[in-house]
């Protein structure tokens, strides 16, 4: 029996936020992936549950008018990673999702949760940083949208007003058309665990040999996600080589926050910084319509 | 607190008012005597609790017994026919020495039942991969995954036969 003392439902994103705005000690539950396991194991109690699994509306993936990428918050794993428009145009995403769980986990896990869950593990995390995703949060008098990387504050910790729920996240035609980008999850083993790192690298390229931008999401490089801006900053208008690759990989360790824990100690966390950074890069090269370095 | 929900387990409808606080593995075992789901973890890393949801693999210990409102459940139970005959995937499982202790069965067998009826062709590597979400601690994994090879085996070629005209 899970510690729980009270159970309320929403059937449409504005009955949710009603609620909540009666009861803000509510906590919202998407695939309970998270929240089941931290009452499991002792670290919530007394809940009292918001579901939003009834939320068809939040289940929804397009691509608007505009050509914004809309991901509904309650899409799951299994969703984002099947879904044909995410496949075609921001495949990071979908090989992020992929990499998460196993299949009974991805069968109900959300994307939404994930975000608002706020671990740097995410494993969505590192590929909406580098897509520089922008999150819809809702509450009953209105919406606001927000750069995911002014959402992650901490450890556990999101720009989450009382009230509000996250309801869709946009990726911008400007941030993924002309990009090729490349995910990589560095783990102990290919299923069911947790990243020692994660890297999400998307380039555009000037003709076919100049960098025009890079981005780089790192995911278990500090105690949230984060963006090598230095590094991208050099890149701009780089030469598209070994050695301005190489570069910025040692550029992407300074962004880096890594500490020693038990799963990989700092050292070991920069040197894959430095490294995975590089492997990203090439086949992102490749992916953008460059050649292929060697 | 209580909430009423309506759902079935192997096809049988029950309409009844659960504790929020249950899982839907306990209140299976618990209620309604479906053992075959068991409890290994609790936190939905070794699968031994995985039922199907409207056909598709969930870990029953992480899955809240409200939220089966509206649900189509089919547990180890209701995979054998109604006579006892072993499916194809049971069969497998058995001749390809599957299993072991027994213990994470009902669930590999649940995944691979779901596999077969997606109708879907599979590479070694994405069975693998759909597998994942199990673990066994007794076979090495290469017993289960002939007999996951040999159940997806049988299906194509049962619909081949059916795609001849050949009704058996």
New interface residues.
């Given amino acids: 029996m899970y510690d729980i003392i009270g159970y309320y439902e929403a059937e449409t994103v504005s009955e949710a936020t009603a609620l909540l705005a009666e009861n803000p000690n509510l906590r919202l539950i998407a695939g309970g992936t998270d929240v089941l396991i931290k009452m499991h194991g002792g670290q919530i109690e007394d809940a009292e549950l918001l579901s939003l699994r009834k939320i068809k509306s939040l289940e929804i993936i397009r691509k608007a008018e505009d050509g914004t990428i809309v991901i509904g918050a309650m899409a799951t794993f299994t969703q984002v990673f099947h879904d044909p428009i995410l496949r075609e145009l921001i495949p990071i995403l979908t090989e992020a999702a992929i990499s998460m769980g196993g299949p009974q986990i991805r069968n109900i896990a959300t994307i939404g949760g994930n975000v608002c869950n706020g671990a740097t593990s995410a494993d969505s995390a590192s590929s909406l940083f580098a897509l520089n995703a922008h999150l819809k949060l809702e509450d009953h008098q209105g919406e606001r949208v927000v750069p995911i990387r002014e959402f992650y504050l901490g450890p556990g910790k999101v720009a989450l007003k009382p009230g509000e729920i996250l309801t869709e996240i946009l990726i911008s035609p400007a941030d993924y058309q002309g990009f090729g980008g490349r995910y990589i999850k560095f783990a102990m083993r290919e299923a069911m665990d947790i990243a020692t790192l994660a890297v999400s690298v998307i380039c555009k390229l000037q003709g076919k040999k100049t960098f025009d931008q890079v981005r780089i999401g790192l995911g278990v490089a500090g105690p949230t996600p984060l963006r090598c801006l230095e590094a991208e900053a050099y890149a701009q208008g780089k030469e598209v080589s070994v050695e301005t690759v190489a570069e910025i990989g040692k550029r992407a360790v300074n962004s880096a926050k890594a500490r020693t824990s038990w799963r990989a100690s700092k050292d070991y966390r920069e040197h894959l910084v430095e490294e995975l950074v590089q492997r990203a890069l090439k086949i992102a090269v490749v992916n953008a319509g460059g050649a292929e370095l060697v | 607190?209580f909430?009423r929900i309506a759902f079935s387990v192997n096809g049988k409808a029950f309409n009844f008012e659960v504790?929020?606080?249950?899982?839907l593995l306990?209140m299976l075992r618990n209620r309604l005597g479906y053992t075959g789901a068991k409890k290994g973890c609790?936190?939905?890393?070794c699968?031994a609790c995985?039922v199907l949801v409207d056909g598709?693999?969930?870990?029953s210990c992480?899955?809240?017994a409200?939220?089966a409102d509206g649900k189509a459940i089919t547990t180890i139970e209701g995979v054998a026919s109604k006579t006892g005959e072993l499916s194809q995937v049971q069969k497998a499982f058995v001749d390809e020495g599957a299993v072991q202790c027994g213990f994470c069965t009902p669930g590999l067998v649940l995944?691979t039942t779901a596999m077969v009826d997606s109708g879907k062709e599979y590479t070694r590597d994405e069975i693998k991969?759909?597998l994942?979400?199990?673990l066994c601690r007794c076979t090495g994994y290469q017993g289960i995954l002939k007999a996951a090879e040999k159940s997806l085996d049988g299906s194509n070629n049962s619909k081949k036969e059916l795609r001849n005209g050949n009704y058996e």
């Fill in positions: 607190m909430k504790d929020i606080r249950e899982s306990e609790g936190v939905g890393e699968g995985s598709k693999p969930y870990d992480i899955y809240l409200v939220w995944t991969r759909e994942s979400g199990h």
